[in-house]
Nanobody, 129 residues
Framework: QVQLVESGGGLVQAGGSLRLSCAAS??????????MAWFRQAPGKEREFVAV????????YYGDSVKGRFTISRDNAKNTVYLQMSSLKPDDTAIYYC????????????????????WGQGTQVTVSS
């Protein structure tokens, strides 16, 4: 079982930056045994894959809409995963969710919601034009 708590959301102007954090509390397994991901959901839209990172932090993948602007990272000593967001656009406005899958390596279906076992409550990011 793992509990996820996101933080760092807020209001930012277009072109600005923001860093999200997701703190995990895991029982029975070490944090590094979980693949971690970020998804986002804008009003009226489906939840969209943003980024994923392997248990070691050595591998990561990004959604096409954020590639080159967002960076996912993790600190296994702090049980925390981060999402550094730069060059933000109004289209990035959404609730951002942290998700965990109890596998060390990134699965082939990493972009699908169903691939993840645990979810946080989300943090709102609003980008003004």
């Amino acid at each position: 079982q793992v509990q996820l708590v996101e933080s760092g959301g807020g209001l930012v102007q277009a072109g600005g930056s923001l860093r999200l954090s997701c703190a995990a509390s895991a029982s029975g397994r070490t944090f590094s045994s979980y693949t971690m991901a970020w998804f986002r959901q804008a009003p009226g839209k489906e939840r969209e894959f943003v980024a994923v990172i392997s248990g070691s932090g050595g591998s990561s993948y990004y959604g096409d809409s954020v590639k080159g602007r967002f960076t996912i990272s993790r600190d296994n000593a702090k049980n925390t995963v981060y999402l550094q967001m730069s060059s933000l656009k109004p289209d990035d406005t959404a609730i951002y969710y942290c998700a965990a899958r109890n596998t060390y390596y990134i699965s082939t279906n990493y972009g699908m919601k169903a691939a993840y076992n645990y979810w946080g409550q989300g943090t709102q990011v609003t980008v003004s034009s």
